[in-house]
């Protein structure tokens, strides 16, 4: 019957075979028009069965099928054979920045905002893959298409990925890990700058640094720094253990120290008494609240100390003054060179 079924369609006319195949558009298209929800299911249900059980090396080759099971197959040999496998912690601490383990706890806090699910189509990447793929951007100078090739996808989805798993670090981690001191947390925060650094009454550190981008399109002008290139300003406070307790990014490159901390959260919280607590000690006469230390590009303040100018003559103690805030403060530019380097 199909040796008789295939010598007809080998004598028909190009006219005829344009006739049978619209014949059979007209069945399929009734057919599937006429049946129910549970009958389209169970449909699409059988040909998922079948296309699981049907071996690789039986599907025909050009199918859709046959291409989403080479995709997949080949963006995953280097994550699979390469990086699971052979990467010791080394090689993690030198190509990722961090530990396998703390690889691992990262991927386990984004999982559920970034879980996708398996389509008909295609399979999801998975949450493990896709902050690979973030942090390899981040921690490596290389374009998208040396990634792309790495972990075998498309130019434009290690963009994607990119942003979306950077958006869900900040909407997860951001809150639980860069957060204001509170209550005994201030207080040990306190007690560290004065036993490590020989500061009483001191809870951060503050600075600001350029971070190094492209001159956008729209008002590059902006953007262009005293150091001549073009930056975005990160501002950070950190504790005596090089610690983030505060940041504020965004402001172009231009804009000085002093107008970023103006404009900042951070500032307007302490000037109208928000989140400092009315803690002071008396020192030789002299009661001395909570502050901040910062360079001489911040203004003076009850809660914020900087270095005298070091255009005038200074007495001894003015000088000691001097050192132990700048030795305090260095602690925030090792903060920003950690941040740097990784």
């Known amino acids: 019957m199909r040796e008789r079924e295939a010598n007809q369609r080998a004598s028909e006319t190009e006219n005829e075979r344009e006739h049978r195949l619209a014949a059979t558009r007209e069945r399929e298209a009734n057919w599937r028009a006429s049946e129910t929800d549970n009958e389209r299911e169970h449909r699409l249900a059988v040909m998922r069965e079948r296309l699981t059980n049907v071996p690789v090396r039986q599907r025909m080759k050009g199918s859709i099928d046959w291409q989403l099971q080479e995709r997949d197959t080949a963006s995953n040999v280097w994550w699979n054979n390469v990086v699971l496998r052979t990467f010791n912690q080394q090689d993690w601490l030198d190509n990722f920045r961090m530990s396998k383990e703390t690889f691992l706890y990262i991927c386990s806090k984004l999982s559920p905002a970034l879980a996708r699910t398996d389509t008909l189509m295609r399979k999801c990447l998975s949450v493990e893959r896709r902050v690979a793929v973030t942090i390899w951007s981040l921690a490596t100078p290389i374009e998208y298409r040396t990634i792309a ?44 700058f004065k036993t490590k650094w020989g500061v009483p009454q001191c809870f951060g550190a503050i600075d600001g640094c350029h971070i ?126 950690r941040l740097k380097g990784r």
């Open 212 to 337: 190094p981008i492209s001159a956008p399109n729209l008002m590059h002008t902006d953007y262009y720094n005293r150091k001549r290139w073009y930056s975005m300003l990160i501002q950070g406070v950190v504790d005596a253990n090089y610690r983030f307790l505060d940041v504020c990014v965004g402001w172009p490159g231009s804009v000085h120290d002093a107008r970023v901390f103006a404009q900042s959260t951070l500032y307007d919280n302490i000037e109208h008494h928000h989140i400092l607590p009315n803690n002071t000690i008396t020192v030789s006469g002299v009661r001395i609240p909570l502050y901040l230390i910062g360079d001489s590009a911040y203004p003076l303040k009850l809660w914020l100390m900087k270095p005298f100018a070091h255009n005038t003559d200074l007495t001894s103690d003015q000088r000691n003054y001097n050192y132990r805030i700048c030795r305090a403060r260095i602690t925030v530019e090792i903060a920003f060179g």
């Open 149 to 192: 090739h790495l972990f075998g996808i498309a130019r434009s989805t290690v963009c994607e990925i990119v942003h979306e798993t950077c958006r869900c670090i900040v909407d997860v981690l951001l809150k639980e890990y860069i957060k204001f001191p509170t209550n005994n947390r201030l207080s040990t925060v306190v007690e560290e």
